[in-house]
């Protein structure tokens, strides 16, 4: 079974956590909702600090189990702190690889990633071990961002230069921030044949909404994982970095200011 390859790009600075941890199943998993009920057996891929996580043990109830595991060890005890502060007992965190999950065939009846199909080296590949240790008939869902279909408005070229230079580092990393339009074409590779596709956006529109959006981006410019690959490896210089990171901020200071990031999302059955 093949291991990872790429490298996540954003790494678990505080301003990364400060967009992980905002995420619930509401704003993230509302295409997989419908398809949970109490006693299910589910597994989290890519779980972060474990707000999804959280909201899919408390979805399935006692009756029912959820795993989180992450490739970032690390991250793990910030995962088992969001259950406890929930008292929730039926969730358990653990390090994995998704390219070779070590769990046996069929021993989950979900198997949910969100934002990982972007970061991993073969998405195809771990779509189909996903495969592997869902039940037959069971649910495999993901969904991902698409990084060249965000769009804001007022228009502003140093953004744009973003945009340009996130995906260039990404893609240097061994992931494909296009992702979200690429998950129903990664799903029938990986065998697949019966897929529902659906999309959905988050959307920052209030000055509050904005300054929240603008302000973690314009940290993670300068002071991430990402901001280090991004001069390490000759993408950008800091000088440039703080530019792109001036230019978040004022342009999130805008009365009509507005961000739109599109995510693709599939539902496949096992």
């Known amino acids: 079974m093949p291991e ?8 678990h600075h505080e301003s990364v956590l400060r967009s992980h941890t905002w995420r619930t199943a509401a704003n993230s998993a509302a295409y997989l909702l419908p398809h949970l009920r ?6 989290d891929v890519g779980c972060g600090p474990g707000t999804i996580t959280a909201d899919l043990a408390a979805l399935v109830g006692p009756a029912g189990h959820v795993t989180g595991v ?19 007992t039926n969730a ?24 990982v ?7 195809v590949t771990a779509l189909r071990e996903m495969r592997r240790v869902c039940r037959p008939g069971g649910i495999v869902a993901a969904r991902d961002s698409d990084y060249r279909a965000m769009t804001w408005y007022p228009e502003h070229p140093v953004l744009d230069a973003w945009s340009a230079l996130y995906r260039r580092v990404a893609r240097a990393n061994g992931g494909e921030p296009d992702a979200g339009r690429r998950l129903r074409s990664w799903a029938l590779r990986a065998g697949f044949t019966d897929v529902t596709s659906s999309a959905a956006t988050w959307c920052y529109a209030t000055p509050e909404e904005l300054s929240w959006w603008t302000g973690l981006w314009a940290d993670r410019t300068v002071a991430s994982s990402y901001a280090a690959r991004a001069t390490g490896d000759g993408h950008a210089t800091e000088a440039q970095l703080q530019e792109i990171a001036r230019a978040w901020r004022a342009w999130g200071a805008q009365e009509d200011a507005w961000f739109m990031v599109p995510h693709g999302e ?3 059955r096992a």
């Open 92 to 115: 358990d965190f653990a390090a994995a690889d998704v390219h070779a999950l070590d769990f046996p065939d069929g021993a989950f009846d979900v198997v949910h990633a969100h934002q």
């Open 70 to 88: 992450d490739s970032a060890p690390a991250i793990l005890d910030r995962a088992r702190a969001t259950a406890a502060e929930r008292g929730l």
């Open 266 to 268: 599939i539902l496949c």
């Open 4 to 11: 990872e390859t790429a490298t996540y790009t954003h790494g």
């Open 38 to 43: 109490p006693g299910l057996r589910v597994l």
């Open 117 to 123: 199909l972007q970061h991993v080296g073969d998405p």
